[in-house]
Structures are given as C-alpha cells and as structure tokens.
C-alpha cells in the first residue's frame, strides 16, 4: 500500500518577514522541500488600529471604526495572492479579545474582521490563529472568532494551542500535565459549536504530556502538528533527530494524516554570496523536514484490519437488519474475508465435535449439525472442515431464509457439498425440522453482540435443539464505555434533526478518546432452557428486555459526545470472539464497535462519575436501545445529565418481521 507523502511547512520568527522578503523566503522554503510557508499577514506597524494614545472622538479612529479606510501597503505583508496557494497568514497576537480596555477589544474584533476579509480575496488555503495569553479570559475570543468564521467560507483555519501551557501547569500533578490547554481549547471550541470548521494547530515542546492525556487531542480535529527545531536533538552524525518519546507521539499524530509544520526561532539566511561555504547546504533539503519525512515513511506497515477499514474509518453506517432486509451479495463476500472469525468458528465446531460421546450401544455415529442463517455457506464450510479433522460423521442442514442467498447455497450442494449437507429455505424461527440437532451454529451477532437479533432469532430455533445440544456461540457479553468524538459527533448534528441523535452507528473508530476502560452490561446465554420451554417457541420476547446502570471514573476530564459498545462472545468453552479493545481476536475484522450519540455532550471533570444508563426493550414488532448518560461529582452529586434517548425505540430500532 502506496504510503502518502507528509506535507510539511516552515514558520520563521513573524517579525522577521516583510513584503520585500516574502518572495525570496517562498524561494527559499520551495528549495529546501518545504510544501508551504506561514507568514504574518500584517506588519507590526497594523497596530496602530488599536488607536491605544487616541481621544475618544480621534478623527482618524472613528473613520477607520466605520470602515471608511482599507489597508494601507505598509499594513500588509501579504500585498498581493502571489504564491497564495503556498502561504498559510498568520494572525498577530497583539490583538487582544478581551482586553479589559474596552477599545482594545473592539478595535481587535474589527481588525480581525479586516484581516479575515483580506485572507478571503486572496485566496489563502489557511490561516493560524494566536493562542490567547493563558491566565486571561477567553470568552469574548470565542464569540468574536464565532462571528468571523462565516467570512472564511474556503479558508482553514487553525488554532494554535501548546501541548503544554508552561505557565498553567506549574503546580498540576506530573501524570494530569497537559490537560490545561486542552481545556483551554475546550472552552473556545464550545463556544464556536463541535459543527465549526476550527482545525488545531499543537505545538509540541521538549515537554510532552502522558499518553492518556494525549488520548483526549485524538478525539480533537488536530490539523496540524508544530516541531519546533529547539526540541530536535542531534545525533552522532551531526543530523537532527527527535527523542524516542517525541518519535512515539508523532508516530501516534501520523495516522490521522496531519500537516506538519518546522518552527524556527531565528531567520534563514535568504541571499548568499555564491562562493559562500552555506551555498552549497543552502541548495540541500530541510534536515528537519526530512526527517519527519523519515519518519512518515517508516511508519509500522498497516496490519490486516487497518488495511480492511481504509474508507471506513470514522464512517457513520446504519447497523444491519438481517430479519427485516435481505443482504447484498457483497455484504456476503465482506464478511467472508474475514480469516480470523472462520477459524474460531472452525475450531469451535471441532471441540465439540470431540467432546461428544462416540456411541457404544450400536447407535449411528453420525452428529447432527444446523447451520442456521446459512448464508452463502461459509459457516457449512467450516463444519464439514471441523468434522473432517475431529474424524466425525455429521450429516448437516444449512437454513437460510434470503432468497438471493439461497441461490449460492443451492450450487454449493449441487457442485461442492452434495448429499452431505441438506439445504432449507426458511426463517429458522418457523421451520418444522425432521429431527433434533445436536449442534446448533449461527453467526447472528452484531457489534452490540445482540443489536442484530440473534436472541430472537435462536429463541425460535432451538426447539429443534435436543436437550444436551450444544449451541454456537454458548453466549455473548455487551460492553459499554463513555467516549470523546468532536467529529463523530458533528457528522451526526450535520443532519439537523433527533432522529439521528436516537440512532446508533456501526463505526471503525479512529479519531476518538475513551474516557474510561469498557465495562459490561449484559448477557445473552444459547441454548436458553430458563425462559423457553422444552419444543416450544416463546410466547413473548419479554425475557429479552435488558437493562443496566454502569459507572466510570474519568481520571482526566474530558467531552463526552457518545456512548462505544462492543461484545465479547464465547462460542465453546475457550474458544472466543471479541471486538472489546482489551481483549481483541487479533486480525478480525467482521465487527467494527457501535456509536450511539448524546444530543448535547456533557463537560466530564477529571475524577467524575459517569454513569450509563442503558435499556433494550421491545413490543410484539420491534426491539430497540434507549440511552441515559450522567455525571457525578463527589460532595455534589450529579452535576448535569443528558434526557432518555429514543424513546419508546421513536427514532431508530430493529425490526422482527
């Protein structure tokens, strides 16, 4: 798999740049392998609209508040669009939103208006915006930027923030340094709404938080990475490299495709004489952008899932309805790459093949096995594989009820399997089978382990099960956990509506942060011999209803934008499968987790309660999830919560017809 280039930019000191030395810094940076340039927008002379020694009735100020004046050249930096698709503006940090001065605050807002308006008729592809002086207040920043953010409808826009603010973190605990800037961003990005086009701009330092603080800026719309070149090291070669623990975070930031940006505190040395000893390194490529090019490229070679989830990740998918839709043809051959899951099912089949009693009264040896929910027949596959290695006669009943598939499973008999399968085409819930099986297989889990039915589905089949059959999977466990997702989140808002607040969401996750390790909220257990009895089919689904109330400590605080699910299913005795991040089947890929979102998210303080509140109810037609979530605060109890989601199964369930 082909390995994209990084994109990769140079910052100089902004005071250092002017109009009469932009072009030969373009010149400079496009020689040394650069792919844009940051540059200020105005001159340090633009302050002067700040008006700061000015009467209240200045002439000159009130006809530049009307917005009678333009820029003036010596204003700008940025004169003209040339090379306007390489240079990404910079706004100066002098402008101060919330300034206690109330002329400084509005002569900011007005300049920044100004400043946007230029970047949008010239076509600028990006724009970084300042990060506020740390003990001030951020509020008036945030509504202002709100506001001007309608003026840059092509334009990127960056905020830059430290991973680390050396300034607030002075007396925060080693393992929670790090969180400050986040909430600072967090308060800003509140402000403008999770819907908004504000990209982050993280500057690294020779400082880096812990792992599960950096977690949180994996949920954040991180665009661009900043290296500055003091934080590089030099090896014994005299080439710069950063520290192990730099490679690692970078390495983490590479796959969600940032831009990365070579920050420099001293200017580059633009004209040399052509005899100068600095010609000939002038002529060679940024050893700092090569090196983050080195380490683009040496990235660990994606593994079978990350190779299976390209175009899939953080791609919001409507669960499966296998009872209420007949599946495509290519759902089918999807799941039927996956190696990882047939071989568990393989192996489980040969288990218990292997544990059933070879009969000694003159019985026939031969072991019934039904493969409901056939398919196409891999799962027959496998069981005449699992028969052929445990050296078991079985005689095998495929069933489906899609009657596209059924096509398949018919030139399966005719040309593969013959007389040792028998193939039916019926719901396994209604079929009247000629005799009892004694094993019962299926592959009727979803990514909430029973989000596709599968109780309801082998409540109606295990009537043809003898009474020591054995089914597979024996069981399957639900796992819950809160979850930070800034763009899961704003996909779901972008429909404008609650039905899809209601709804929930097959996702591979790439861009989130769990707040708080998995837990457990329910089981299923096959064959179910409590609530059904023996040869009969359920007289209702209500010995399905579940429900569960989970708490979690958020060590770090966080956003909470949804809840994740997974499953875990046993599906003979050792033999398991599992989409829980802790105990993943290595190389699966069949499930991708569950996503099921909070209308409004929910501030989570560090060493907060979460609690889930989770229900799957159902009527005579349908089953469906509704959703609480809450967060408690020792010494003040629950501090905000969000309503019941999906009421009554209103916006989203799962059809049984």
């Known amino acids: 798999m082909p390995v994209e280039s990084a994109q990769i930019g140079y910052m100089p000191p902004s005071d250092s740049i002017s109009a009469e030395n932009l072009m030969s810094l373009v010149a400079y940076c496009q020689t040394k392998g650069f792919d844009f340039v940051v540059s200020p927008i105005n001159t340090p002379g633009y302050r002067r609209v700040l008006f700061e020694s000015d009467g209240p009735q200045s002439p000159a100020m009130m006809t530049w508040r009307a917005g009678q004046q333009a820029f003036t050249p010596e204003d700008l930096v940025l004169r003209t669009a040339d090379n306007a698709d390489y240079i990404v503006g910079s706004i100066p ?36 915006l300042p990060y506020p002086p740390s003990t001030g207040p951020l509020t008036n920043y945030g509504r202002v930027l709100t506001g001007a953010l309608g003026i840059l409808p092509y334009t990127t826009c960056w905020f830059k923030v430290p991973c680390m603010d050396e300034n607030l973190e002075r007396d925060v605990a080693e393992e929670a340094q790090g969180m400050k800037s986040w909430e600072r961003w967090n308060s800003l990005r509140n402000m403008a709404g999770s819907g908004s086009k504000l990209g982050i701009a993280l500057e690294f330092s020779g400082a880096l938080p812990s792992d599960s603080v950096l977690d949180r800026w994996f949920a954040e719309p991180v665009k661009v990475i900043i290296l500055p070149e003091d934080i590089f090291l030099t090896n014994n070669k005299g080439y710069p490299v950063l520290s192990k623990r730099h490679q690692h975070v970078v390495r983490m930031f590479i796959k969600f495709k940032p831009y990365f940006i070579i920050s ?154 013959g007389d040792r399968v ?96 998995p837990k457990p909220i329910w089981v299923f257990e096959h064959p179910n011999r409590t609530d059904i009895p023996m040869d009969q089919d359920p007289l209702s689904n209500h010995h399905n209803v579940r429900s569960g109330s989970i708490e979690f400590t958020s060590e770090t605080s966080g956003m909470l934008h949804g809840v994740a699910g997974y499953f875990e299913s046993v599906l003979y005795k050792d033999v398991m499968l599992s989409i829980n991040p802790e105990t993943h089947s290595p190389g699966m890929f069949s499930w991708f987790p569950i996503y099921f979102p909070v209308k409004t998210p929910l501030y989570i303080p560090a060493q907060s309660q979460v609690v889930l509140d989770f229900w799957r109810l159902t009527d005579t037609r349908k089953v469906w999830y509704e959703w609480r979530v809450s967060c408690k605060v020792e010494n003040l109890g629950e501090i905000h919560s969000t309503p019941i989601h999906n009421v009554s199964g209103r916006s989203s369930s799962i059809g049984l017809f």
């Open 93 to 128: 940090d002098w402008q101060s939103f919330d300034s206690l001065d109330a002329k400084v605050r509005l002569h900011s807002e007005l300049a920044l208006k100004q400043q946007f308006n230029w970047v949008s008729h010239l076509g600028l592809g990006g724009v970084m």
């Open 422 to 517: 028998n193939i039916v085409f019926s719901d396994m819930r209604t079929w009247k089978a000629p005799e009892k099986a004694d094993i019962l297989v299926s592959e009727l889990l979803g990514s909430f382990g029973d989000n596709e039915l599968s109780p309801e589905c082998l409540d109606g089949a295990q009537k043809f099960l003898k009474p020591e059959g054995i089914s597979i999977p024996a069981n399957y466990t639900t796992f819950v956990a809160p979850m930070a997702s800034n763009k899961l989140h704003s996909d779901v808002a972008a429909f404008k509506d609650l039905t899809h607040f209601e709804t929930s969401y097959v996702v591979m996750f790439k861009a989130i942060s769990l707040l708080a390790q």
């Open 264 to 417: 420099s505190s001293s200017f580059p040395k633009l004209t040399l004489d052509e005899f100068s000893d600095d010609m000939l390194e002038h002529s060679f490529a940024s050893p700092h952008a090569d090196y983050v090019r080195y380490l683009h490229r040496t990235q660990e070679t994606p593994g079978v899932i990350d190779q299976f989830a390209v175009g899939y990740q953080d791609y919001l998918q409507a669960p499966l309805q296998p009872l209420q839709d007949n599946l495509e043809s290519n759902t089918y051959e999807t799941f039927e790459k996956d190696p990882i899951k047939y071989q568990q099912y393989e192996l489980a089949v040969e288990r218990a093949l292997l544990d059933r009693p070879i009969p000694t009264n003159g019985e026939p040896d031969i072991t019934v096995i039904m493969v409901v929910g056939a398919g196409r027949g891999p799962l027959v596959n496998c069981s005449l594989r699992a028969a052929e290695k445990a050296g078991r006669n079985v005689r095998i009943y495929a069933v489906e009820k899609n009657p596209n598939a059924f096509v398949t499973i018919q030139n399966m008999k005719a040309n593969v399997w």
